[in-house]
């Protein structure tokens, strides 16, 4: 048997939704037969009736209900159907959900999934990684799984984290990756992982990424380099302590993110590493993101617009000459 | 299914006609929150407040009525103008001259002030400013009580003609129909959006119109008139409990301040003033005590010197107990300390 990323998701749900009654799944299409627009909640309104509920276009209103439910005991699940949407949701998540702890002493346990990420043709409005907005805020954790065994422990952990949580899955690995079964346990959230070991320079990337990384990583070895990847598994927390021990080993430092350029998850590792590991390096930090444009329709459009193995090769080339 | 926007006539203050059974015990707490913010006021001109002061001058009659019908396991979402309704809640006035004040034991701690404050715990939600958002917070409170089996328990989310018009507020609505949640929204028109009147605000005929368009059950209140508003909200209360669809009261009242008390209102004009809506309704509540005996004079003025000592004291606790300082701060924005971001 092998499992997908998505089916890694919807089983983690499956799971969720059996072991505890305080969970239940919010968002538009989740139920009925149709499953999600992306079948995450496949068949689960029928093995739970009444726990996946099909919502209306209301973003504001799907999670303003689920920190409600959420503050009188509930897990919530919101899933959106596609991140960028959850910029209709900014005021609930940010100001409500997220400062919500720190005014009232009362946290609020709700985990939003946001589908995210490019695939082509999806074009601006459906391809957005939204972690560097959620990651800016206080009082969020924002979680960004790289890998099938990851997308299921660390939203099994998210659900019973009592802080909101933005869960970043991406679209592009949903069918793109599998594993042969599910783990029991997973690395804690906070913590990142080497997902490569190397010493010549250190990738610090998350999400999709991390799969280009690792391929550019194979590339260059061929070439007599060894780079380290280190997958962050989560935006916030940061483990900074994982990337300043990578970087004590090599010297150099490329952090990769697909969202947008400027601030974002990829600055503030650059900046973590200027700031305090300063001395641990040989070369000025370098960071890769995607263009400062909306993401292009066309598939030769946004196969340019984010950052892919070639760009990723060229940027770790020019690091390592240095 | 289909529900039909209902509307009370427009009540009047009938003289002689029996005030609702809980009239006084209304007014008593009108008069406590008069009491109170007159003092915010002042202490605020003393600058001896930080921030601001918003207060419900002239929507007492209306907040009291939101929340003298609530009961225990009842949820509550008042808003900026609702100190009547928060007290006859529940709220204790510590609560409030603390969060104004900025003491660490108050229920903000320092950390949010003024009408940003509430007791999630004791179901009185603590409103943020972006107006519209408890609507559907509420909405999940209710669905919560569900789940867990609950059972005869409503929610009540106030809103003013201002945060009608905002797109959170919609949905909101419209999801407490789809989920046939026994809620009752109050909304109070008192005419200005901070200084901007009714005919920049909305251009239907009548609020109340709305109900329909979501799948509420809508009445319209003279909120000067207290009697009315213990009446119609407190019917909307029964109905909401009794399984009815939700509820939406809108009230007419003029906000006899302004928008906070930085604000002369000196765009408030003299022609709204004259309108029947611009009475003060602590004053018609007070003259209806009189023309019908409820109280004698006395009486009157005894409660005015209750409410003035239970004031006075809670400020004075407040006043004497110890402010947030920087370098106590834990400054830790989540519940799970071990995921604290290290920077």
Redesign the interface.
């Given at each position: 048997m092998s499992i997908t990323y998505l089916g890694a998701i919807r089983e983690a749900q499956a799971k969720l939704l059996r072991d505890d009654e305080?969970v239940?799944i919010y968002g538009q299409d989740v139920g009925g037969t149709f499953g999600g627009a992306f079948k995450a909640t496949k068949g689960l309104a029928k093995e739970f009736p009444g726990r996946v509920l099909n919502?209306?276009i209301?973003?504001?209103?799907?999670?303003?209900?689920?920190?409600?439910?959420?503050?009188?005991?509930?897990r919530?699940i919101v899933e959106m159907q596609f991140a960028d949407f959850s910029s209709?949701a900014l005021?609930?998540i940010l100001?409500?959900a997220?400062?919500?702890?720190?005014?009232?002493?009362?946290?609020v346990p709700i985990t939003v999934r946001l589908p995210s990420g490019g695939t082509k043709g999806s074009g601006p409005f459906h391809s957005q990684s939204m972690e560097s907005i959620y990651a800016h805020y206080?009082?969020?954790?924002v979680m960004t799984p790289a890998t099938v065994e990851d997308a299921y422990t660390m939203l099994i952990e998210a659900v019973a984290?009592?802080?909101p949580v933005i869960y970043c899955e991406h679209k592009y690995l949903y069918y793109h990756l599998k594993a042969e079964k599910l783990p029991t346990e997973g690395l804690?959230?906070?913590k990142a992982r080497i997902a490569r070991k190397g010493r010549d320079l250190t990738i610090v990337t998350y999400s999709a990424m991390l799969h280009e990384a690792l391929a550019v990583a194979e590339q260059l070895a061929s070439e007599g380099f060894e780079i380290e990847v280190v997958d962050l598994r989560s935006v916030?927390?940061?483990d900074?302590?994982t990337v300043l021990a990578s970087v004590a080993r090599t010297s150099r430092l490329l952090c990769v993110g697909e969202s947008f350029p400027w601030g974002g998850a990829a600055a503030e590792v650059v900046a973590?590493v200027a700031v305090e590991g300063f001395h641990l390096l040989d070369a000025a930090p370098q960071r890769l993101n995607a263009k400062d444009t909306p993401i292009p329709y066309h598939p030769n459009l946004w196969s340019a617009h984010r950052p892919n193995a070639k760009e990723i090769a060229r940027k770790a080339r020019a690091l390592l000459r240095e | 299914m289909l529900q039909t926007a209902q509307r009370t006539a427009k009540s009047k203050t009938k003289k002689n006609a029996p005030p609702h059974e809980r009239f006084l015990e209304a007014f008593r707490w009108m008069l406590l929150a008069r009491t109170l913010e007159e003092k915010l006021v002042s202490l605020y001109r003393g600058g001896l407040i930080t921030g601001g002061v918003y207060i419900g001058k002239g929507q007492e009659a209306v907040s009291v009525a939101c929340g003298l019908f609530l009961q225990k396991g009842d949820i509550f979402a008042p808003l900026i103008r609702d100190q009547a309704g928060r007290s006859a809640f529940g709220e204790p006035l510590l609560d409030v001259t603390r969060t104004y004040l900025g003491s660490r034991q108050g229920p903000m701690r320092g950390r949010d002030g003024n009408i940003h404050r509430g007791h999630p715990r004791k179901n009185e939600l603590a409103m943020i400013s972006h107006l519209g958002a408890m609507v559907s917070v509420t909405v999940g409170a209710l669905i919560a009580k569900r789940f867990k089996g609950e059972k005869n328990f409503i929610g009540l989310a106030c809103i003013g003609e201002g945060g009608m018009q905002t797109g959170s507020f919609h949905e909101g609505m419209n999801i407490a129909a789809v989920e046939q949640v026994p809620l009752v929204v109050v909304a109070t028109n008192n005419h200005y959006a901070y200084s901007t009147p009714n005919d920049r605000e909305f251009a239907c005929q009548d609020l109340v119109d709305r109900a329909i368009g979501y799948g509420f059950e809508g009445y319209s209140l003279d909120g000067t008139d207290l009697s009315a508003c213990l009446d119609v909200i407190g019917g909307a209360v029964k109905r909401a409990r009794a399984g009815r669809p939700p509820q939406l009261v809108v009230a007419s009242v003029l906000r006899l301040s302004g928008h906070g008390e930085h604000d002369d209102a000196s765009y408030v004009t003299e022609e709204i003033k004259r309108e029947p809506f611009a009475r003060d309704c602590l004053k018609v509540a007070e003259q209806m005590i009189v023309d019908l005996n409820l109280a004698d004079a006395e009486t009157l003025a005894d409660w005015r010197k209750d409410a003035a000592a239970q004031v006075d004291e809670a400020i004075s606790t407040a006043q004497k107990e110890v402010p947030p300082e920087g370098d106590r701060e834990d400054w830790c924005a989540i519940a799970t300390r071990a995921l604290v971001d290290s920077i």
């Open positions: 305080r239940f919502t209306p209301s973003e504001d209103a799907m999670v303003g209900t689920a920190i409600g439910a959420a503050i009188n005991g509930m919530p209709t005021n609930q100001n409500n997220g400062t919500h702890y720190w005014r009232t002493n009362v946290p206080p009082g969020l954790i984290i009592d802080d804690p959230t906070g916030k927390p940061l900074t302590s973590r | -």
